[in-house]
């Protein structure tokens, strides 16, 4: 069985107090609701990884991770984070290809392929963006760009790393937009993914992998999203600054 996972990304938000409410917050609220079963990672800036670590403590079912690692082993790089560093201080999880960052940072797929072998090579687990802007998305021609996404920097992985990534499928146009993909949309790109990943990897490996979908989901739009097969979860950006929401999401399964 496929693992669910509700991770939210904070972005460039939140001060060190309201990061640690926030997250005193969500650890109360996913014991006392009785949470089981869905993997939650909180993925904040990165000064607050170790202070959030610290609180989330060793509450079962909740990691953190980061939101960019660099694609360099360590050393001169004035401003970057590398992902020994980032493991070192317990950090789990790793959003790497986030729309934001191939477009503002012009993160390309060969550099994206690095910074996964890096992360992988350091035993944090990549959740790997993917998505399509609007424009391709009306040409008709968005599942050959996701897929491409995918092939240019995960596909030079062995099966054993491979099966280590999660995915996250993020239409941009979607994207702290407030317009969601709808669960049908979702659900066949998400059915044309693990159909990609099974040519190159087997249905096995392909059947394991957690799909997630993003782009401004929220509680009213998350128990359809995610009640469709190949919708395994969320990578939740607005909705995770706000605990109530966010759990209600995290709660949006039906197991
Ligand atoms: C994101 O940035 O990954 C995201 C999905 O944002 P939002 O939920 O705000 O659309």
């Known amino acids: 069985m496929r693992k669910k996972i509700v991770a939210g990304n904070w972005k460039m938000n939140l001060s060190f107090e309201e990061g640690q409410q926030l997250t005193s917050e969500l650890v109360n609220m996913y014991r006392d609701?009785?949470?089981k079963d869905v993997v939650v990672v909180l993925n904040p800036p990165f000064p607050h990884l170790y202070p959030v670590q610290r609180l989330v403590g060793d509450m079962a079912g909740i990691f953190v991770g980061a939101q960019n690692c660099s694609d360099k082993e360590g050393g001169a790089f004035t401003g970057e984070v590398s992902a020994k560093i980032l493991a070192s201080f317990g950090v789990s999880y790793v959003i790497l290809g986030h729309s934001e960052r191939r477009e503002y940072?012009?993160?390309?797929?060969?550099?994206?392929?690095?910074?996964?072998?890096?992360?992988?090579a350091h035993g944090l687990t990549p959740i790997?963006?993917?998505?399509?802007?609007?424009?391709?998305?009306?040409?008709g021609t968005?599942?050959?760009?996701?897929?491409?996404?995918?092939?240019?920097?995960?596909?030079?992985?062995?099966?054993?790393?491979?099966?280590?990534?999660?995915?996250?499928?993020?239409?941009i146009w979607a994207i702290g937009t407030g317009k969601t993909a709808s669960a049908e949309q979702a659900q066949e790109m998400h059915a044309a993914l693990r159909g990609h990943l099974a040519s190159k990897?087997?249905?096995a490996i392909a059947a394991q992998t957690s799909i997630?979908?993003?782009?401004s989901a929220n509680p009213g739009n998350a128990k359809e999203l995610f009640g469709k097969p190949d919708v395994d979860g969320g990578l939740i950006g607005g909705a995770s600054l706000?605990?109530?929401d966010f759990i209600e999401?995290?709660?949006?399964?039906?197991?």
């Open 33 to 35: 609701e009785a949470i």
């Open 105 to 120: 940072f012009k993160e390309d797929q060969t550099l994206l392929a690095t910074k996964v072998n890096q992360a992988l």
């Open 128 to 139: 790997f963006c993917c998505g399509e802007s609007l424009e391709i998305r009306e040409s």
């Open 142 to 171: 968005h599942e050959e760009k996701v897929m491409e996404q995918l092939t240019a920097s995960l596909f030079h992985l062995t099966p054993e790393e491979f099966s280590k990534v999660v995915i996250a499928y993020e239409p």
């Open 201 to 203: 990897y087997g249905q």
């Open 212 to 215: 997630l979908y993003g782009g």
């Open 242 to 244: 706000k605990s109530r």
């Open 249 to 255: 999401i995290v709660k949006s399964f039906e197991i």
